[in-house]
């Protein structure tokens, strides 16, 4: 699992700071987590191949989360792409994109296929034999959703090693042994899967929280997560601006981090207001040690 930062700012884009927009690559598949303006320049920047992105996921439809989308949906044409493209995101974003390319005279050559999410508690809207997204139902000024990746468990992995001592152990054998099965010798011997593999990998989990208000109720859905990432618009000096704008401060995450016993905690949206974001780490670590704050072009790999 690799984690790009593109973007993790909130509002409007400025010089040296971007909006919101991450670049997810697990188990074979790029996603997308939101696009804010200038997502296709970091994903140039940052030599992620346009092409690979599978789906993109847009928390909410406030511009710096998806005013970017329509560009890079139109560079993708130009780049000839023929593969679909999903966009999981609220009610409403089908309707915006389809306007824009529609009075731009823009025709895709591949198919643009939109999920439009409605449901205010967690659903599963992707799952494949490796991976599964849900909705994590968040609390903003509109319909919001975080999303939360998890990988499924791995096959375990085989003792080449130990094998070779059975003769009758053959190639076809194999797959049998990764799903977990014991071997019958022919003279009725049974050997035991765990001495002919070795225990997979622990399956790894993201959970992307963006803009929202404290809300414990997402806990449950993120309980021991791998890597958080929060919003923490405020400090602790502004907290009346996060009640008052449906935000969150520094420790605020924490908090969440806290309660939820993630393993790190990734701190983004930071308003522009602060000019020192080390500030948000600092007051973030009285309450959860294991915090980072995010940077344009920051790579996490679990």
Same mark, same amino acid.
């Given at each position: 699992?690799?984690?790009?930062?593109?973007?993790?700012?909130?509002?409007?884009?400025?010089?040296?700071?971007?909006?919101?927009?991450?670049?997810?690559?697990?188990? =074979? %598949?790029?996603?997308?987590?939101?696009?804010?303006?200038?997502?296709?320049?970091? $994903?140039?920047? *940052? #030599? +992620?191949?346009?092409?690979?992105?599978?789906?993109?996921?847009?928390?909410?439809?406030?511009?710096?989360?998806?005013?970017?989308?329509?560009?890079?949906?139109?560079t993708l044409g130009l780049m000839n792409r023929d593969t679909d493209l999903t966009v999981y995101g609220p009610k409403?974003?089908?309707?915006?994109?389809?306007?824009?390319?529609?009075?731009?005279?823009?025709?895709?050559?591949?198919?643009?296929?939109?999920?439009?999410?409605?449901?205010?508690?967690?659903?599963?809207?992707?799952?494949?034999?490796?991976?599964?997204?849900?909705?994590?139902?968040?609390?903003?000024?509109?319909?919001?959703?975080?999303?939360?990746?998890?990988?499924?468990?791995?096959?375990?992995?085989?003792?080449?090693?130990?094998?070779?001592?059975?003769?009758?152990?053959?190639?076809?054998?194999? =797959? %049998?042994?990764?799903?977990?099965?014991?071997?019958?010798?022919?003279?009725?011997? $049974?050997?035991? *899967? #765990? +001495?002919?593999?070795?225990?997979?990998?622990?399956?790894?989990?993201?959970?992307?929280?963006?803009?929202?208000?404290?809300?414990?109720?997402?806990?449950?859905?993120?309980?021991?997560?791998?890597?958080?990432?929060?919003?923490?618009?405020?400090?602790?000096?502004?907290?009346?601006?996060?009640?008052?704008?449906?935000?969150?401060?520094?420790?605020?995450?924490?908090?969440?981090?806290?309660?939820?016993?993630?393993?790190?905690?990734?701190?983004?949206?930071?308003?522009?207001?602060?000019?020192?974001?080390?500030?948000?780490?600092?007051?973030?670590?009285?309450?959860?040690?294991?915090?980072?704050?995010?940077?344009?072009?920051?790579?996490?790999?679990?």
């Amino acid at each position: 699992m690799k984690l790009t930062i593109l973007g993790c700012h909130s509002a409007t884009p400025r010089e040296n700071s971007h909006t919101s927009a991450q670049i997810l690559e697990i188990r =074979n %598949n790029t996603f997308l987590i939101d696009c804010g303006e200038g997502t296709q320049v970091q $994903i140039r920047k *940052n #030599k +992620i191949s346009f092409n690979k992105i599978k789906s993109i996921f847009i928390s909410h439809l406030h511009g710096d989360h998806f005013y970017g989308l329509i560009g890079l949906v139109s560079t993708l044409g130009l780049m000839n792409r023929d593969t679909d493209l999903t966009v999981y995101g609220p009610k409403g974003i089908k309707e915006i994109i389809l306007l824009q390319l529609k009075l731009s005279n823009v025709w895709l050559k591949y198919n643009l296929v939109f999920v439009e999410l409605t449901s205010k508690s967690s659903e599963l809207i992707y799952e494949d034999s490796k991976l599964e997204i849900h909705t994590i139902p968040l609390n903003h000024r509109v319909y919001t959703n975080g999303f939360f990746f998890k990988e499924k468990e791995k096959e375990r992995s085989l003792n080449i090693s130990e094998i070779k001592k059975y003769n009758e152990i053959e190639t076809c054998d194999y =797959n %049998n042994l990764k799903k977990g099965k014991d071997f019958t010798c022919s003279d009725g011997y $049974i050997v035991d *899967n #765990k +001495i002919l593999t070795k225990d997979p990998a622990s399956p790894k989990s993201y959970a992307y929280c963006s803009d929202t208000t404290y809300l414990e109720s997402i806990v449950p859905i993120i309980k021991n997560c791998d890597l958080l990432y929060h919003e923490s618009t405020f400090l602790e000096d502004n907290y009346h601006l996060a009640i008052k704008t449906k935000h969150s401060t520094a420790i605020q995450a924490a908090t969440i981090a806290k309660k939820a016993e993630v393993k790190k905690l990734l701190l983004g949206h930071f308003s522009a207001r602060y000019k020192n974001e080390s500030l948000f780490k600092v007051e973030a670590k009285t309450v959860f040690e294991n915090t980072e704050t995010c940077y344009k072009g920051m790579v996490i790999e679990l």
